[in-house]
């Protein structure tokens, strides 16, 4: 059993989503299929009832923000029907304009409000800004957060690592010294693993990514901490489990994971 913690399925032409599918299917990969926005989240639902390893996730991506901070309440209902949020957060680096601040702020706030009421997982992001991230979660007593593709400053990761937060870990440990170090840091019991599907390799090579990718993500990752590939995807299905154990909204996938 792998464990993808942040793809995004809805990205994949209606050609390709057979493709990824059987690869989910062979290889045992739970997949978390995390949205942009609405519109992604309705694709991702419909193709997480093809198969009972994906699991669709709603939110509202920070660059997406100034689209929906002044009509929040009419994606409530969608909110109350995903088993978890995410990809929300706040985006200060690839988003260089600072007038769309205060919309990520503003969405962020209601979102991790939301989650605190339904007793929801969140998926985040938090590209530049790591310490407002870390704020905002102490603010809303956000116990239960996947901070996706952390590659910011270590002393931040330190904080978020002492607030509980896991962390999902991709392809760019193939690549980047700085996140091999992250990943060296990340505590056992705090680490998943991840693909960002289908962009997140095609970002770094120029080429798609599948859900086979992951297995070299395992190794890469096994590899620099020095532990067997084995004994990581053990580590990291238990991690997903424990965090998932008590929680309604994802009964439906932890039988997966046993």
């Given at each position: 059993m792998f464990i993808d913690a942040h793809a995004h399925l809805d990205k994949y032409n209606d050609d390709d989503v ?104 969140v998926n985040l992001h938090c590209a530049g800004a790591e310490q407002d991230t870390a704020r905002m979660l102490s ?22 690592i002492q607030k509980g937060c896991m962390f999902s870990v991709g392809v760019e440990i193939r690549q980047s010294d ?81």
């Amino acid at each position: 059993m792998f464990i993808d913690a942040h793809a995004h399925l809805d990205k994949y032409n209606d050609d390709d989503v057979e493709r990824v599918l059987a690869q989910i299917e062979q290889d045992q990969i739970l997949t978390l299929s995390v949205s942009v926005d609405e519109r992604s989240f309705l694709r991702s639902e419909a193709i997480a009832a093809r198969s009972p390893l994906v699991v669709p996730s709603f939110g509202i991506h920070p660059a997406e923000a100034p689209r929906f901070v002044h009509s929040l309440d009419e994606v409530e209902d969608t909110v109350l029907r995903s088993p978890l949020i995410g990809e929300i957060g706040l985006d200060h680096r690839f988003v260089t304009d600072t007038s769309q601040f205060d919309a990520q702020r503003t969405v962020f706030r209601r979102f991790l409000t939301w989650a605190a009421e339904q007793n929801k997982i969140v998926n985040l992001h938090c590209a530049g800004a790591e310490q407002d991230t870390a704020r905002m979660l102490s603010d809303h007593h956000t116990e239960r957060a996947i901070v996706h593709w952390y590659s910011g400053p270590l002393d931040d990761l330190t904080q978020l690592i002492q607030k509980g937060c896991m962390f999902s870990v991709g392809v760019e440990i193939r690549q980047s010294d700085h996140i091999r170090q992250i990943a060296r840091m990340i505590p056992s019991t705090q680490l998943l693993t991840e693909t960002d599907n289908p962009g997140g390799l095609r970002w770094l090579t120029e080429e798609s990514g599948y859900p086979t990718v992951i297995a070299s993500v395992v190794d890469e990752l096994a590899r620099v901490r020095e532990v067997s590939s084995a004994s990581l995807l053990e580590e990291v299905r238990s991690n997903m489990a424990n965090l998932i154990r008590d929680d309604p909204h994802m009964r439906p996938w932890l039988a997966s994971l046993a």
